[in-house]
């Protein structure tokens, strides 16, 4: 399975409203989950379920999405939210990736 | 709190091996799939590797079976990569990570190891 996000690069201020969208290439319904990592880190679980927050990340992250088409909003960029994001699929392995959407300022 | 320390990269001539290992501790191990993710420099995040909590079942990512085998010591709460006949796309960050959900068939990594860099060159 295909994962697709787009876009690769996303260009924002502290304050915006950002969205990244992740994109299957055959039906995976919710299962879907969203990383974060920062530059010289390891990645950071942040959504899981497509649209369920792990405990501790905060409610400005939002994911939703079914199917093939899913997203993840984040409603007031802070800067702590620059970095990069990868979604993955966990319906069926091989396990895949997305390639990342870096949001930069 | 859960930890994952993964250590053994370092730098290796193409054709050769390394053992990467990954010692938990924070959880009950042996309930817990583990995996292997790495990411080559500047590049996204690929799936290198699963195993099931007990060790019974083993998946790779495509073309990596035969070249990496992972295995696991629950009495050592350590799981390890075997890596051989390595080659200059092997070069990456090797991480270690858990499975959020035990023996659900499906592999959603919750906490993630810092890394191992792994550099083939001659």
């Known amino acids: 399975i295909q994962m697709t996000q787009s876009p690769s690069t996303l260009s924002a201020s502290v304050g915006d409203r950002v969205t990244i969208t992740c994109r299957a290439s055959?039906?995976?319904?919710?299962?879907l989950a969203w990383y974060q990592q920062k530059p010289g880190k390891a990645p950071k679980f942040l959504i899981y379920e497509a649209s369920t927050l792990e405990s501790g990340v905060p409610s400005r992250f939002t994911g939703s999405g079914f199917g093939t088409e899913f997203s993840l909003t984040i409603s007031s960029l802070q800067p702590d939210d620059f970095a990069s994001y990868y979604c993955q699929q966990y319906i069926s392995p091989p396990w895949t990736f997305g390639q990342g959407t870096e949001v930069e300022v | 709190e859960v930890q994952l320390l993964e250590s053994g990269g370092g730098l290796v001539q193409p054709g050769g091996s390394l053992r990467l290992s990954c010692a938990a501790s924070?959880?009950?191990?042996?309930?817990?799939?583990m995996a292997w993710v790495r990411q080559a420099p500047g590049k996204g995040l690929e799936w290198v590797a699963d195993?099931?909590?007990?060790?019974?079942?083993?998946k790779y990512g495509d073309s990596l079976q035969g070249h990496f085998v992972i295995s696991r010591d629950n009495s050592k709460n350590s799981v390890y990569l075997q890596m051989t006949s390595l080659r200059a796309e092997d070069t990456a960050m090797y991480y270690c990570?858990?499975?959020?959900?035990?023996?659900?068939?499906?592999?959603?990594?919750?906490?993630w190891g810092q890394g191992t860099l792994v550099t083939v060159s001659s």
């Open positions: 055959q039906n995976i319904g919710v299962w």
């Open positions: 195993i099931a909590g007990d060790g019974s079942n083993v």
């Open positions: 924070g959880f009950t191990f042996s309930t817990y799939a």
């Open positions: 990570a858990k499975d959020q959900i035990p023996n659900d068939g499906r592999l959603v990594l919750d906490h």
